[in-house]
């Protein structure tokens, strides 16, 4: 059975800094893309970054030059560095991978969330 969790939200101040941790475990063939989506209050879940096996990386606008989405394949990790967090960041933070399970089809898994809350 393969699990995503994330980890690392918590409270900060505006300006501040987060790194947020994304593991996949279980019986894992190979991993292609991985994604940060966010969900904010009354708001529709939206991409936030993401990257390709290969460490290609794309990032939405607002993420630009302020987040850092990285990975560690040897061990189904990928992070996402957020700098000079602002207020309008607060949401909660979803870990999604393209994971092919052992002996499985391919499919997006989504981890429960981490709660991140900038204050002004």
């Known amino acids: 059975q393969v699990q995503v969790l994330e980890s690392g939200g918590g409270l900060v101040q505006a300006g501040g800094s987060l790194r947020l941790s994304c593991a996949a475990s279980?019986?894992?063939?190979?991993?292609?893309?991985m994604a940060w989506y966010r969900q904010a209050p009354g708001k529709q879940r939206e991409l936030v970054a993401s990257?390709?096996?290969?460490?290609?990386?794309n990032y939405r606008d607002y993420a630009k030059g302020r987040f850092t989405i990285s990975r560690d394949n040897a061990n189904h990790m990928v992070y996402l560095q957020m700098y000079n967090l602002r207020p309008e960041d607060t949401a909660i933070y979803y870990c999604?991978?393209?994971?092919?399970?052992?002996?499985?089809?391919?499919?997006?898994?989504w981890g429960q969330g981490t709660q991140v809350t900038v204050s002004s």
């Open positions: 999604a991978a393209d994971i092919y399970p052992e002996g499985g089809p391919v499919r997006l898994y």
């Open positions: 279980g019986s894992i063939f190979t991993i292609n893309n």
């Open positions: 990257i390709t096996a290969g460490g290609s990386a």
